[in-house]
């Protein structure tokens, strides 16, 4: 995983999904850079005027964190594998 931290900050207005605060830009990098997410005030000033918008990213945080916890299960399956196939080295 990056070493930084997403803080959860709320949930989304029309979806329910926990928001986060920071997004990291470079997080493979030492000194990532941190992207400031909206606020559940941001998206609820734009709700009224820009629903898709909210939803699009409500519906977009809610992919890329599924997209994270797979990436961690291949990160501790390539581990393992990798420990096993050291195992077995004659």
């Not at 989304?12 to 986060?20: D, E, K, N, Q, R």
């Not at 997004?23 to 005030?41: D, H, V």
């Not at 519906?59 to 050291?86: G, S, Y």
């Amino acid at each position: 995983m990056p070493k930084h931290e997403h803080y959860e900050s709320g949930f989304g207005p029309l979806y329910s999904i926990p928001l986060i605060d920071v997004l990291p830009i470079n997080p493979n990098k030492a000194e990532g850079t941190l992207q400031q997410m909206p606020s559940r005030a941001d998206l609820d000033a734009i709700l009224p005027h820009h629903g898709r918008v909210v939803a699009g990213y409500e519906t977009l945080l809610h992919h890329w964190r599924i997209l994270r916890q797979e990436l961690e299960l291949v990160r501790i399956e390539l581990a393992e594998a990798k420990a096993e196939a050291k195992r077995n080295r004659p």
